[in-house]
């Protein structure tokens, strides 16, 4: 088959396209004739190498995927050849206390699809049939394999976690990359004011025609100040903060009292000085949370139901050329998601 793979550990030269041998559904899995697959910020760091976390290799990319399935390996009922299916990436064992109790992202041995296993970025890709859910009919390929990872995790974060409610405030930090889009798309749909930043001004204007309430240049203010400026002083109810170490410490300065933060990720470094201060006076929140479980993804499922919500394509390329896909990744020069067309 053809597939987008790397040999060895490195920077986005290391990326190649070519051919590698189809893989073969085990006992409880299928294999899916991929159509499109979308890129996240794991592709870059799997690429790059992440200690502790060995992959086989070569390896294929691509967490998000969206396909029909092909075939199906023994012990496989209710997903059959032919069905239109979108992938979700966590992959969990089913038997540890944390699966017992539905709490699928925080299994002991959680993989995830093109981290821990190959990916999607090639023609066929195998995955658990627990893994399988029906494509939303109002989507195309394109637009299916852009939401899975993303979405789950901003879902997960803002239903689950923060337990958000109409009407209140949310802040997302460095608005542009995936989970970012999809929590603003998501906190619109709940009925959220949403303020979100970014150094720049353009995608401050993509933000805005998303339905973002405020937006902030982080580049050229102390965003805490502003957003204390436009909130009577007050501050968000909920802060979404994936950047890390550059912004942390002001994210505490934007919460109201009583607010909660959020983190799924630290794009800028995991160490970042912070203010326990803050945290106690005003008897912040802080939670933490990585993808999400089957039934937040089958919740998360139903919001592309009805066709008016259509997750934010930046770029659309072929599989051959995964590698400018990623550059553009790397550069953070898009807004919402990149997409690698399949076939
Ligand atoms: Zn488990």
Redesign the pocket.
């Known amino acids: 088959m053809k597939a987008a793979f790397f040999r060895k550990h490195g920077g986005p030269e290391k990326i190649e396209f070519g051919e590698l041998p189809d893989p073969f559904p085990g006992p409880g899995t299928v294999r899916v004739k991929v159509k499109a697959g979308a890129l996240n910020h794991l592709d870059i760091f799997v690429r790059n190498g992440m200690p502790g976390i060995p992959v086989v290799l070569p390896h294929v990319m691509g967490s998000d995927g969206a396909g029909v399935v092909e075939s199906t390996g023994q012990g496989v009922a209710g997903v059959k050849p032919g069905d239109e299916v979108v992938l979700n990436p966590g992959i ?5 206390e ?2 017992r109790a539905g709490e699928h992202s925080l ?3 959680f993989r995830i699809l093109g981290e821990h296993v190959p990916g999607t970025f090639a023609e066929y890709v195998v995955a658990p049939a627990a893994n399988v859910y029906p494509k939303p009919a109002g989507l195309s390929w394109e637009e299916a394999a852009a939401f899975p990872l993303t979405f789950l995790t901003a879902w997960r974060m803002l239903v689950t976690k923060a337990r958000v409610r109409p009407g209140e405030s949310l802040l997302i930090i460095g608005i542009g990359g995936g989970v970012a889009v999809a929590a603003l798309q998501i906190a619109k749909l709940l009925g959220m004011t949403v303020y979100v930043t970014s150094g720049t001004p353009e995608k401050l204007a993509r933000a805005k025609a998303l339905g973002a309430d405020e937006g902030i240049d982080h580049a050229r203010t102390d965003f805490a100040g502003e957003i204390r400026k436009r909130t009577g002083k007050r501050g968000v109810d909920v802060v979404l903060d994936s950047v890390g170490k550059a912004t942390w410490k002001q994210s505490i300065a934007s919460a109201a009292k009583g607010g909660r933060l959020i983190t799924c990720g630290a794009t800028t470094g995991p160490d970042p000085q912070t203010d326990l201060t803050r945290i106690f006076w005003n008897q912040l929140t802080v939670f933490g949370s990585t993808m999400g479980t089957h039934g937040e993804f089958a919740g998360m499922l139903k919001i592309f139901g009805d066709g008016k919500l259509k997750p934010a394509v930046d770029t659309v390329l072929p599989l051959s050329r995964a590698r400018e896909a990623v550059e553009i990744l790397e550069g953070k020069r898009q807004f919402g998601k990149v997409v690698l067309r399949v076939d």
């Open positions: 969990n064992c089913g038997e540890c944390y699966c299994c002991v041995s």
